[in-house]
Nanobody, 121 residues
Framework: QVQLVESGGDSVQAGGSLRLSCVASGNSYNIACMGWFRQGPGKERERVAFIGNGVGATYADDVKGRFTISQDNAKNTLDLQMNSLKPEDTAMYFC???????????????WGQGTQVTVSS
């Protein structure tokens, strides 16, 4: 079993920045893809960014150029640097991880509890 714990969510003004972190623990043998999802008020869950083992990062169109995902394999952490935040970025942000087949198909087995990001105008 893999446990994921997110941190870094906060309330900020539009144009500000936040850095979210996800720490993974447990058996990560089959973990090859990790990423961030978000769900805002009245919206469906969407994938924000993810990174696969040995491949580059992929971003949703509405965060390209503003968000950067990174990971430190030695520390089992996944970060999301969020710059130029907009009110529409307001959401609960979740860390997810699994083998890439499950991850890409939207069936990740391992999720964090989420961290709230609120961006005010």
């Amino acid at each position: 079993q893999v446990q994921l714990v997110e941190s870094g969510g906060d309330s900020v003004q539009a144009g500000g920045s936040l850095r979210l972190s996800c720490v993974a623990s447990g058996n990560s043998y089959n973990i090859a893809c990790m990423g961030w999802f978000r769900q805002g008020p009245g919206k469906e869950r969407e994938r924000v960014a993810f990174i696969g083992n040995g491949v580059g990062a992929t971003y949703a169109d509405d965060v390209k150029g503003r968000f950067t995902i990174s990971q430190d394999n030695a520390k089992n952490t996944l970060d999301l640097q969020m710059n130029s935040l907009k009110p529409e970025d307001t959401a609960m942000y979740f860390c997810a991880a699994d083998d890439c087949y499950r991850f890409i198909s939207g069936r990740s087995r391992f999720w964090g509890q989420g961290t709230q990001v609120t961006v005010s105008s």
